[in-house]
């Protein structure tokens, strides 16, 4: 997938742990595990809404686009 959720490097800068974010947003540590490995496939706004009013941050810092995932050969 080319759309990559920046969900770990979020949480360091707020010095925040996946279970204080559960809690605060409301979303289980199981979904909120999908999307930190970026097994997500979708991301509701209202959710996307919740993540960056706990987070302090913008949707583009929690989500990057990437040409290519990592560790796989990129033809020139």
Not at 32 to 45: E, G, V
Request: aromatic residues 4%; contains cysteine; glycine residues 4%.
């Amino acid at each position: 997938m080319s759309i990559w959720v920046n969900l770990d490097l979020m949480l360091v800068k707020q010095q925040m742990q996946l279970t204080e974010l559960s809690q605060r947003v409301g979303i289980t540590l199981a979904n909120l595990s999908i999307l930190k490995t970026n097994k997500a496939r979708a991301i509701r706004f209202s959710t996307l809404d919740a993540l960056c009013r706990e987070l302090k941050c913008q949707p583009g810092d929690l989500l990057e686009y990437r040409d290519h995932e990592v560790g796989q050969d990129v033809e020139p």
